[in-house]
């Protein structure tokens, strides 16, 4: 097998599976030990520095890192680490000093930005200090995109998101609430903007063309609208039966607030069966603690109305069973009438440009999208830019962040005439943690606890109103706890091949037979041989270059390493070292300047 | 010396036997010895050895005397019985233990100065005794504990931390083993242990006093250029004679041997040994070969390793002395003490 090249930043950084798995590769053991010393301010700039919005994150997150946990590998859960991230900023106190601010000396560029969402604003943070003058302009009356229109209040407070939307602003974004964009072409002939960037999100709500949708419109609502109607202030009652239709995440936050809004009995319908669903587990648990009828299996057939007003709607039940090529086909096993005095339906949502004109040069693929480049963010027209759910539509806020990044990067490129395709490369530092004998710079113990759950309001509490949160956070023994649970995975295990004496005491003290000094072999004969075969190939196989006595290698199975640190505890030459991996990211304007070369021992 | 526990953690791939242990249940405490003690990978292999074998941790007896080696019962096996006797008196513990209670399963550690020096006499009237007992001797060369005085087993000429040659000739453990005409005699290497796990298994499978002296490196004191037990002098001058394959009783023999290189030994429980023969002339069942053959590559300055002799059909210490089978524990009072009455009639037979 070839040795591994782990001066290859990507290599470690695939080992730090919730930093690979997070879109924005946000820190996440460091931000986690960060917390547990009490310094949460630092915590919380370090999150920001990645993800930008750390207090909004940490409540309304997917979490992409925590189905990728280590610790689900371990012990079945993973670490809570988007609730600990909420600690963070919950408190992290004043952080004014610290946050960005303008550059005094202007470079002279102006860059529009269109829509007011987490994606546009990632671009204005990163670029407001290098000098841009950055212009949002905003259709509705207020900030934040659809993290204010979608989320329900009782996800995320409307202070919390405030706070992070404001800390942006205020480092000198010029913005411009009430200016819809009508047409592309005018905009840009009038202001004459250097860049443009367009995060303009995916505002519109699919339909349900079946039977009876035209006669029942007025009792019929597209969910995102909804929603945003709520979160105005425009609608405020709701009739007692709802029908939801759909089961991703928008139809659970459709669900919930329905609920607020006096509806008894809410039911939500999927096709198909439960784990196809695309909400989130975690929030299809929460719906169901707020006696939320989830429908498996149920496909809408058409809507039923007596005396030219809706009754409700009827249904197909369904079997999934998968035919020859493994999709899943539909096979019809009943019909049920189920009644609803108003149908919501969550279904999927898309980015709509009637505002963009078809000849200015931004060209649109097959399915009415402007063709935007996977790297550079940059339309076909020059000097426009695309992100967030406008750019391949609907992702969650953690993508349109590292969008923002992205874009930003390019941004300050085609501003200096550069070419948007050099990106910056990424880089390393990799610090060896050994304090003395027995003594490591971080918390190496395993802990044995359980996933903290996080406690909700009672139920009679919430309902009260659309506004009250009804995660409480954690409190400081659960912080301690779930913080103990992280397995600190940048704390690499390191390996140097020509300081091996091959005693074999790594391998007989790891607690997981992770290790093996063997004959080189092809990789998948090397994954058998390991004491605890190494079978999950999603995961790496590291492999040394020849050891010096023997010319055998020392291999290392990454899936189910605990980062314990025995290995180097027990290693008489430190052959094995305990590094800490900081990935060094690249941002508009910072790049990377520290290297990723390796200390030599 | 480490502070830092080894996490008790369950992962659903690691390998269980058929008592559906892991290897974990067989380990002890966290090892105090220094990081990269040969000791630390004996035990691991002992551990594996056990694990393999599926031996009940309870039903086994762990005994050492003094020293680093001595030290390392305490490393595996929390659930069995122990006794950290006297300096060099473990053999003696051993014999009167086994003695006692016979079906229990008798794992002796012990090192150089323990075995060679201060216990010299003792272990050779284990051997003779041929008590029932796997000894492991781990093997040094240096007087670890006390901070690197040459022990009974270096070299002439080895050379001490400070550069120190050494002029005393060393006892060389295997050969005194088979003059004293021991059963079961092995050498091998902590730091291989594909050699070292089945001679361990054949160990504790032997009826009989089955030695096996471990070329262990002390990373501290006995590791540096001019050392013949460094960890890199050992892996130069290693020859394998004898490898060792070990096939359960209860399994099928599936591995087709060539003949003439593989000799099957079936040891008193019926489990197979194959000794894979380096040398096609070498008969492991052979004593004064065996012998011979060691003498023959000490002089070449190599050390020969492997399972060097076994002698299946030897009588132990019970079938020697006739011993009553059952554990004295589980004989009635009236038995292990027949009274007054019985000692006179006894007493009348020498007069």
């Known amino acids: 097998m070839k040795p591994t090249d782990t001066s290859d930043p990507q290599y470690y950084h695939r080992v730090v599976d919730c930093q690979w798995a997070c879109p924005a590769h946000t820190n996440v053991p460091e931000y986690i030990r960060l917390i547990a010393q009490g310094k949460y301010a630092e915590s919380y700039m370090l999150n920001r520095e990645s993800n930008v919005f750390p207090g909004i994150l940490g409540r309304t997150c997917d979490r992409p890192c925590e189905p990728a946990c280590r610790r689900t590998r371990i012990d079945g859960k993973p670490v809570a680490i988007c609730r600990l991230k909420r600690v963070a900023s919950d408190h992290k106190g004043d952080i004014t000093g610290l946050l960005p601010t303008a550059s005094e000396e202007k470079n002279g560029k102006r860059v529009g930005l269109i829509g007011c969402g987490p994606a546009s604003l990632t671009v204005a943070n990163d670029l407001l200090p290098l000098g841009y003058e950055c212009t949002i302009f905003e259709k509705h009356g207020e900030t934040g995109g659809l993290m204010r229109t979608n989320i329900p209040k009782f996800r995320l407070p409307p202070h919390v998101l405030d706070e992070e939307v404001d800390a942006i602003l205020d480092i000198g974004v010029d913005l411009r609430l009430n200016h819809e964009v009508t047409s592309m072409n005018a905009f840009l002939e009038e202001h004459g903007f250097d860049a443009v960037f367009i995060g303009s999100g995916a505002p519109k709500g699919k339909d349900l063309d079946i039977p009876g949708r035209q006669e029942a419109a007025p009792w019929i609502e597209i969910g995102i609208t909804w929603l945003e109607s709520v979160a105005f202030g425009h609608v405020t009652e709701i009739e007692e039966n709802v029908l939801i239709i759909g089961v991703g995440n928008t139809a659970m936050d459709c669900c919930r607030t329905a609920r607020r809004l006096g509806a008894v009995g809410v039911q939500v319908m999927g096709r198909k069966g439960r784990k196809h669903f695309k909400a989130s587990p975690w929030e299809l648990e929460d719906a169901e603690e707020e006696l939320i009828e989830i429908v498996e299996n149920h496909a809408p057939k058409d809507f039923v109305l007596e005396d030219g007003k809706l009754k409700g709607m009827t249904f197909e039940i369904s079997d999934w069973v998968p035919d020859d090529n493994g999709s899943l086909k539909q096979k019809v096993t009943g019909e049920v009438f189920l009644p609803a005095e108003r149908v919501i339906l969550a279904i999927g949502q898309d980015a709509a440009f009637p505002w963009i004109e078809r000849d200015i040069g931004i060209e649109f693929d097959k399915w009415d999208m402007p063709v935007v480049d996977k790297t550079t963010y940059m339309t076909t027209r020059p000097g426009v830019f695309s992100g967030g759910d406008a750019a391949w539509g609907p992702e969650n806020i953690i993508w349109a962040v590292e969008h923002g990044h992205q874009a930003a990067i390019s941004i300050h490129q085609y501003c200096r005439g550069l070419p948007v395709t050099d990106r910056p490369a990424i880089g390393m530092n990799l610090v060896s943690q050994k304090m003395g004998i027995a003594q490591w710079s971080y918390s190496n113990d395993y802990d044995q606890a359980l996933r903290t759950q996080m406690r909700h309001v009672d139920l009679t509490t919430r309902f009260k109103g659309l506004d009250v949160e009804v995660e409480l956070g954690f409190n400081a023994e659960e912080t301690v706890r779930e913080l103990e649970r992280c397995l600190n995975c940048d704390m690499e295990t390191h390996f140097t091949d020509h300081l091996c004496i091959e005693c074999d005491a790594c391998i007989d003290v790891c607690p997981v037979q992770c290790l093996l000094i063997s004959p080189d072999a092809e990789e998948a004969e090397l994954r058998v041989r390991v004491p605890a075969p190494a079978t999950n190939i999603d995961q790496p196989l590291f492999a040394s270059g020849d050891l010096p006595h023997t010319k055998r290698i020392m291999v290392k199975d990454e899936d189910i390493c605990i980062h314990c640190g025995l290995c180097a505890e027990r290693c008489p030459t430190a052959a094995w070292d305990m590094r800490k991996f900081d990935l060094l990211q690249p941002y508009a304007g910072r790049p990377v300047t520290v290297s990723g070369e390796l200390a030599q021992v | ?351």
């Open chain 2, 1 to 351: 010396m480490t502070s830092i526990t080894k996490p008790r953690i369950r992962i659903p791939k690691l390998d269980r036997n058929a008592l559906g242990l892991t290897r974990m249940d067989y380990e002890g405490s966290m090892s105090t010895l220094c990081a990269g003690c040969g000791h630390d990978s004996i035990t691991a292999a002992l551990t594996h050895a056990f694990f393999e074998l599926a031996l009940p941790p309870h039903r086994a007896v762990k005994l050492s005397g003094i020293g680093c080696s001595s030290k390392t019962t305490a490393y595996f096996l929390s659930q069995a019985h122990g006794f950290n006797g006297v300096h060099g008196r473990m053999p003696a513990v051993a014999s009167g233990a086994n003695a006692a209670h016979q079906e229990l399963t008798y794992i002796g550690i012990s090192g150089d100065g323990d075995s060679l020096s201060i216990g010299l006499g003792q272990l050779c009237h284990a051997i003779r005794r041929n008590v029932n007992m796997l000894y492991v001797l781990e093997n040094n060369g240096v007087y670890g504990l006390t901070k690197g005085q040459f022990s009974a087993s270096s070299d002439v000429g080895s050379k001490s931390k400070k550069g120190e040659p050494n002029q005393d000739g060393p006892i060389d453990p295997v050969a005194m083993a088979l003059t004293l005409g021991a059963t079961f005699v092995a050498r091998s290497f902590s730091g291989d242990k594909e050699q070292l796990v089945p001679i361990m298994m054949a160990g504790l499978r032997h009826r009989g006093f089955a030695f096996v002296d471990v070329l262990s490196p002390c990373v501290t004191f006995n590791d540096h250029e001019g050392s013949t037990k460094s960890y890199t002098f050992i892996r130069k001058s290693n020859s394998e004679v004898v490898g060792t394959g070990f096939v359960p009783i209860q399994e099928q023999i599936s591995t087709q041997y060539e003949p003439g290189s593989v000799r099957p030994v079936t040891v008193h429980d019926g489990t197979t040994l194959y000794l894979r023969k380096v040398d096609a002339s070498y008969d492991p069942t052979d004593r004064s070969m065996a012998y011979a053959y060691l003498k023959e590559h000490q002089d070449r300055g190599e050390i020969a390793t492997g399972l060097l002799y076994i002698q299946e059909d030897s009588a132990d210490l019970h079938a020697r002395e006739k011993t009553v089978a059952t554990p004295l524990r589980d004989l009635t009072f009236e038995s292990l003490c027949p009274g007054a009455a019985a000692l006179e009639d006894l007493m009348d037979e020498y007069i």
